[in-house]
């Protein structure tokens, strides 16, 4: 996981998010999610499902440039996390977060299937186990 981390300068960030559509991004550069794939609104924050959310990370949308003075661009990510003591199903979101997305890390598999390859499609549902996260990379 450390070094997955420091592939990926989206987990990196310098900066604050700013949680809101950014100039020029159809997106912004963090977006929370409920289980069934909408957006939380301020509201959902109050609810007991609070615990169960998903979170997207643009990688396109960091605002600190590198050493050099160039943008930093990097994959986006969408984790979803599932505090609750029983399994539950995940919606994911719809366009524009991303239209296919690949699993890279599952909390409820140690040690991961390399070989696993397959693609989920916004809109289709994953189940979470009890306790467990998921990171997918969205692939453009």
């Not at 609070?50 to 984790?79: M, Q, W």
């Not at 599932?82 to 997305?101: I, M, V, Y």
Request: charged content about 30%; cysteine-free.
């Amino acid at each position: 996981m450390i070094h997955f981390r420091h592939e990926h300068p989206v987990f990196q960030r310098r900066r604050w998010f700013v949680g809101r559509q950014l100039r020029g991004a159809e997106v912004s550069d963090i977006s929370w999610f409920k289980p069934d794939g909408n957006a939380m609104s301020e509201d959902d924050w109050k609810t007991g499902f609070a615990r169960t959310l998903g979170v997207f990370l643009n990688g396109k949308a960091i605002p600190t440039p590198d050493s050099h003075g160039e943008p930093i661009v990097d994959d986006s990510f969408y984790i979803l996390f599932n505090a609750h003591q029983e399994a539950l199903t995940f919606k994911l979101p719809t366009s524009p977060w991303g239209d296919r997305w690949v699993k890279v890390v599952d909390t409820n598999r140690p040690v991961p299937d390399l070989r696993e390859h397959s693609q989920l499609r916004a809109g289709e549902e994953l189940k979470l186990e009890p306790h467990s996260m998921i990171v997918l990379r969205r692939v453009d």
